[in-house]
């Protein structure tokens, strides 16, 4: 305790508890590089209060708009493959690589990309350009 000038463990029994100061909740990387008009939003709520979380729009999105490109790690074997994550396979200097994004610091928004269920649901395309991945709308992407 600074006041009294004692070597304590746990709280001092005259001056109480220290004040505990707490570091501001910085976001991820990948969050951070979320469009403005975008979102995220839980998709489901997995054991121990794990959210997957998906991407939606807040504002209609035109056909062909691209986005990207999607950032991830590069690396010859999927280590854990969880289907709630968006794993892509990329051609590079003639090996065949997974694109992945083991967390959130590491990647963008775009790994909270979510497989469409269906035809219907479908709003993006992804395809490789000089190395990179991209996603391109299908459709008019509405709120």
Known sequence: CEDCGKSLVGECKLHGPLIRAK??????RARLTLPHYLTLRVL????????????????????RTQFGPYVGQLSTKLTCYDE?????Q??????????????????NWMMFVR???N????TLVAY??????????VKVVKP
């Open 23 to 28: 570091d501001r909740v910085i976001p991820s």
């Open 44 to 63: 489901e709520l997995r054991a121990g209060n794990q959210q997957i979380l998906g991407v939606f729009a807040k504002k209609v999105i035109q056909k």
């Open 84 to 88: 709630s994550r968006l794993v892509l």
């Open 90 to 107: 990329v051609l590079k200097d003639g090996g065949k690589y997974f694109l992945d994004t083991p967390n959130e610091d590491c990647g």
């Open 115 to 117: 497989l469409a269920r």
């Open 119 to 122: 035809q219907e649901e479908q």
């Open 128 to 137: 490789q350009h000089c190395g990179e991945v991209y996603f391109t709308t």
